[in-house]
């Protein structure tokens, strides 16, 4: 009985570190990071909340504000918020789907008078489900690349 008595004592020490350990780990995962086409991000600075609208298909193949070649089938967008070459969480809070762009143009002033915030491109807009709308809903955050 003493050897039994023995084993039971061990078992539920045993239990009862890693049931410690799982707490420990809960209570240090980082919440503001994430992962979005196997990159890392690590959220920083205040939503802003507004109306997201994709781009026109006239803009395929011209140049952005930086100077790169605009394509529907990139992760990039138009704001006036942020600077431009900064990385943005865009979320859709009707069905939580976001994705990150960078943002490599600016939008023109009357898309910012109807209450737009941010210009996506159509990849960017059907990854979140606003695409068939033509608009919707959104928050938008910086983020920051960080090395994997």
């Given at each position: 009985m003493n050897i039994i008595y023995k084993y039971l004592l061990l078992v539920c020490f045993s239990l009862s570190v890693k049931h410690e350990q799982a707490q420990q780990n809960d209570s240090i995962v980082d919440t503001t990071i994430l992962k979005f086409n196997a990159e890392v991000y690590k959220m920083v600075g205040d939503e802003i909340q507004g109306i997201a609208?994709?781009?026109?298909?006239?803009?395929e193949g011209r140049k952005t504000a930086?100077?790169?070649?605009?394509s529907h089938a990139k992760y990039t967008g138009a704001c006036n918020h942020f600077p431009l070459g900064v990385y943005v969480k865009v979320v859709n809070p009707k069905n939580h789907l976001f994705v990150i762009v960078k943002i490599n143009d600016r939008m023109a002033i009357s898309m910012s008078k109807k209450g737009r915030i941010i210009d996506l491109t159509g990849l960017a807009a059907k990854e979140i489900g606003i695409f068939e709308q033509g608009v919707g809903k959104v928050l938008v955050q910086k983020v920051e690349k960080l090395a994997n």
């Open positions: 609208s994709y781009y026109g298909l006239k803009f930086t100077g790169a070649i605009f």
